[in-house]
């Protein structure tokens, strides 16, 4: 019986987290998880009621150009759309690449 190295998998891993990282826009991220979101022009933050805690008023913050983001009611933030992917649909960072990889760049079209 052979052993074969599975080194491939967690390389292609981290490079289609480096390459959802440099080719999803922010901006068109967070427009498709909020269709409601406005952003500001000039290019700053925009804000949405928060996903994590129960929030009346618009406390979750988002950078168009990083994808950083962060909440001022409940403290939760991080630095990428990954991230922020990753909290809201409860997985890791891998299956969020996966994800917004199979939504937002490849998506697959039925028949």
């Known amino acids: 019986m052979f052993s074969l190295d599975m080194g491939w998998r967690?390389?292609?891993s981290s490079?289609?987290?480096e390459y959802v990282r440099?080719?999803?826009?922010?901006?068109k991220y967070y427009s498709a998880e909020f269709p409601d979101i406005v952003w500001p022009?000039?290019?700053t933050e925009?804000?949405?009621?928060c996903v994590f805690h129960k929030d009346k008023d618009?406390?979750?913050h988002f950078n168009p150009e990083t994808g950083a983001w962060y909440c001022h009611g409940c403290?939760?933030?991080?630095n990428s759309i990954l991230s922020f992917h990753a909290k809201?649909?409860?997985?890791?960072?891998r299956e969020a690449a996966e994800e917004i990889f199979s939504k937002l760049i490849h998506p697959v079209v039925p028949d």
């Open 10 to 12: 967690r390389d292609m």
């Open 15 to 17: 490079s289609l987290v």
């Open 22 to 27: 440099t080719t999803v826009n922010p901006q």
């Open 41 to 43: 022009e000039g290019g």
């Open 46 to 49: 925009a804000r949405v009621v």
């Open 58 to 60: 618009p406390s979750l």
């Open 75 to 78: 403290s939760e933030g991080g």
């Open 88 to 93: 809201r649909h409860d997985m890791s960072t």
